[in-house]
C-alpha cells in the first residue's frame, strides 16, 4: 500500500426518509444542514461521493477504486 491519502465526503439525502416524527425530522433537518455546511467548506482535492439509491458493495467498490486499496 503506498502512502497516499485519499479525503472522500459522502453525500447522501432524504431519499431513504418516509413518514418521520417530530424529532427525527429535526434531526434529518440538522443533518441536512451539515452535509450543506460540509459540502461547502471542505477543499475540492475531497472525492463528493454519492450514496443515494446505491448498495453498501456498490459505495465500497468505488471507495476502493479511488484508494487503490486493491490493486
Do not use: N, Q, Y
Not at 424529532?23 to 433537518?29: D, I, W
Not at 440538522?30 to 453498501?56: F, G, K, Y
Amino acid at each position: 500500500m503506498t502512502g497516499r491519502r485519499s479525503e472522500v465526503l459522502f453525500l447522501g439525502g432524504r431519499s431513504g426518509v418516509g413518514k418521520t416524527s417530530v424529532a427525527v425530522e429535526l434531526h434529518v433537518e440538522r443533518s441536512d444542514a451539515a452535509a450543506r455546511s460540509l459540502d461547502a467548506s471542505v477543499p475540492a482535492s475531497v472525492h463528493r461521493m454519492p450514496t443515494d439509491e446505491r448498495t453498501i458493495p456498490d459505495i465500497a467498490a468505488d471507495i476502493l477504486a479511488l484508494t487503490g486499496w486493491c490493486r
